[in-house]
C-alpha cells in the first residue's frame, strides 16, 4: 500500500476544455475547483464566441476570469479601507 502523505504533492488527470493534463498538487480537490472553474469559463467563452480555436478560447477565458480577479480585488481593497476608515 502507497499512500501519500498529506501535502506529499500527488499527480493528478484533468480534463479541461476536452483535453487531458497530467498535473502535480498537494491539494487535489483545490486543484479540481480551479479546474471546473477554468473549463466552464472556457465553455462560456466558446459560446459567445465565433472561434473555434482552442487558443483564442483559452486565451478569452483567460481574460475573463482575470477581469473577474482585479473586480474582486478592488472591492477586497475598498472594503480594507472602509474597515480602516471606522478604526
Not at 487535489?28 to 478560447?57: C, E, Y
Request: hydrophobic share 35%.
Amino acid at each position: 500500500m502507497d499512500e501519500k502523505k498529506s501535502g506529499e504533492p500527488q499527480r493528478v488527470e484533468v480534463e479541461i476544455y476536452g483535453e487531458i493534463y497530467r498535473l502535480k498538487t498537494d491539494d487535489p480537490d483545490g486543484l479540481n475547483r480551479i479546474v471546473q472553474m477554468v473549463d466552464s469559463t472556457m465553455k462560456s467563452v466558446a459560446q459567445n464566441t465565433r472561434t473555434f480555436a482552442g487558443s483564442r478560447i483559452a486565451v478569452l477565458a483567460a481574460l475573463k476570469i482575470s477581469e473577474d480577479y482585479m473586480q474582486l480585488k478592488k472591492d477586497y481593497d475598498e472594503l480594507l479601507a472602509l474597515l480602516d476608515e471606522n478604526k
